[in-house]
């Protein structure tokens, strides 16, 4: 990948979001987000590495059904804090941060590593760029990411 575009996604990545806090906020963001499905987006399960192409419309509309549902799974209380949008009414920059390992990523020097990233610029290796390890028991993200045929 051209530095250029390394650049573009790392400071799209640092850059400001504002926080899905209410099941019905990340229902709203969904909708729009399902409406422009086939607009080129990218599916980053960070510590399943990056992918080269975007995620296919049918694939992308799985993925974020299976995404939401496994979210409300993990989180039965009344508000949603753990997805970020760089703008809910145009998005181009989701980060979903794991429910149950969210206090986790609040704790060290680096920045937070979300653990997808739905996008609209070519992902770079997050875990590579800011010198972090993978989280270990990241299970659901490999189920759900397997299940998801590649084009």
């Known amino acids: 990948m051209n530095q250029n575009k390394t650049n573009d996604f790392l400071q799209m ?3 400001r979001f504002i926080g899905m806090r209410t099941w019905a906020h990340l229902d709203a963001l969904w909708d729009v987000v399902r409406r422009e499905a086939g607009g080129g987006w990218y599916v980053y399960a960070v510590d399943q590495g990056t992918p080269t ?3 296919a419309e049918n694939d992308f509309l799985d993925t974020i059904a299976a995404v939401d549902t496994r979210l409300h799974d993990q989180c039965r209380h009344n508000t949603c804090g753990f997805v970020y949008v760089d ?3 145009a998005p181009a920059f989701i980060k979903v941060f794991e429910p149950r ?3 986790g990523c609040c704790h060290g020097t680096g920045p937070a590593i979300p653990s997808w990233i739905f996008s609209k610029l070519p992902p770079v290796d997050l875990l590579e760029a800011f010198a972090v390890r993978p989280t270990p028991g990241a299970g659901w993200r490999k189920a759900l990411f397997s299940s998801i045929s590649p084009d």
């Open 13 to 15: 990545f640092r850059g």
């Open 53 to 55: 192409a975007p995620m």
């Open 101 to 103: 390992k969210f206090g």
């Open 87 to 89: 703008d809910p009414v």
